[in-house]
């Protein structure tokens, strides 16, 4: 993970999908997505079934959004 960036941006970037897509697939804005990605403070206070959701279509569990090291993610 690079910077202040959250896992959310390598595990969307390891799975080959867009901040657009992912917008698109969560029925987020993409300022929503990018606003997650770069500030994962903000992403930890979303609603619970919005990073559910996310987490479901990145296929990985709300723990490896916010606990696992992205290398150990199966792609």
Known sequence: MSGNKSTLYDLRRSKRMTQKELAEQT????RTIITYE???????KAKYE????????????????????????PK
Do not use: C, H, P, Y
Request: charged fraction near 30%; charge should be negative; hydrophobic fraction near 45%.
């Open 50 to 73: 919005t990073v559910e959701n996310i987490a479901k279509i990145l296929g990985v569990s709300i723990d490896q959004i916010f606990l696992s090291d992205v290398s150990e993610i």
């Open 27 to 30: 029925g987020l804005t993409e």
């Open 38 to 44: 770069m500030d994962i403070k903000k992403f930890r």
